[in-house]
């Protein structure tokens, strides 16, 4: 776990972003292309989709970012709060400026929950949703094959777990999946780039991508992967990620053996790397759906993270399972 000041709220503006990118000069590596490699950050505060209340107002003001980012720090000062993961941040603090006085806790607030010291510090920008298309920031409606999982799943989390398949693939250790596009906790990411592949490793779970660059084709649709078959190019100063051959379920927990992921990293400035994903998954959402994630330099290496070791919180949560199985019997 990294323990970070959790006080320390930065503020970036997200929007003159790809003038920039277009602007500056990278360094370069041993190929003549830009040098990627690095320690980076997904800790935006700003949601994947747009919250409801915000529905017509995309853009915050520089007066309600200095807000949002001065209620953070009231609220989520080390070790004084539960921790926020993901986009609860963020909905929580815009309730509490408007005056809602919204509290919340991360899981169930009982002995062993999360307090804030979990968190890293966030990165605040103007924007309401990392979502860029749709322009309401929100991901398009799923289609029917997908509906139905959803529910398999709210249904399966209501009832005592049968076995470990009833768990979610984060639970068991699995995956995260790929590409991670919530912010969390220990979402750092390295890069290793080389002139035919590049590497990246998410700390989350240590998964790593080998992203080829030598004009090799995907393999068979038969050839699955939790984290899919990656290759590369460069357009200018941009590296395109082309992914393939997925496991179904292995995004969001309900993307199909038909998703198509395309990246697009460029460099942005010396500490931002413009990170650029199209989601492409007829079976799941009606539509493609992309988003864009500044990712910070981190002057700190990834370290391992060992999830639960030899599953043992898993047997822990089956054996709670059959414990409450037994209580209900007995009465």
Avoid at 94 to 118: H, M, P, Q, R
Wanted: hydrophobic share 35%.
């Amino acid at each position: 776990m990294r323990l970070q000041p959790f006080g320390l709220f930065v503020c970036v503006t997200a929007f003159a972003g790809l003038a920039q990118a277009q602007q500056y000069r990278a360094p370069l590596a041993s190929d003549g292309h830009p040098d990627l490699q690095g320690f980076w950050a997904n800790n935006n505060a700003t949601p994947l989709e747009r919250p409801k209340e915000l529905a017509n107002h995309p853009v915050l003001t520089d007066s309600e970012v200095r807000s949002m980012r001065q209620k953070a720090e009231e609220m989520f000062v080390s070790g004084k709060n539960d921790a926020a993961f993901g986009d609860q941040m963020f909905r929580t603090v815009w309730a509490n400026v408007k005056g809602l006085k919204v509290g919340f806790t991360s899981t169930d607030g009982e002995t062993g929950d999360y307090s804030s010291e979990w968190n890293d510090h966030r990165v605040w920008d103007n924007r309401t949703s990392l979502i860029t298309d749709p322009a309401d920031g929100l991901m398009p409606p799923l289609t029917a094959r997908a509906k139905m999982i959803e529910e398999e799943q709210r249904i399966a989390r209501q009832r005592p777990a049968q076995g470990p398949e009833d768990r979610s693939f984060s639970e068991r250790c699995i995956t995260r999946g790929s590409p991670q596009v919530r912010a969390g906790y220990q979402s750092y990411y390295q890069i290793v780039q080389t002139p035919a592949a590049a590497m990246i490793l998410t700390e989350m779970f240590h998964d790593v991508r080998i992203i080829n660059l030598d004009n090799r084709p995907h393999p068979p649709a038969t050839v699955q992967q939790w984290l899919g078959h990656s290759l590369g190019h460069w357009e200018g100063n941009t590296l395109v990620v082309d992914t393939t051959n997925y496991r179904p379920l292995a995004f969001q927990s309900i993307s199909s053996e038909k998703l198509h992921i395309t990246e697009r990293i460029t460099r942005q400035d010396a500490e931002t790397l413009r990170y650029e994903i199209t989601v492409n998954d007829p079976d799941t959402w009606t539509k493609p759906w992309s988003l864009m994630i500044p990712l910070q330099r981190s002057a700190q290496p990834v370290y391992e993270y060992a999830c639960h070791e030899g599953n043992i919180g898993l047997a822990g949560i089956l054996a709670g399972a059959r414990a409450d199985e037994a209580k209900a019997a007995s009465k």
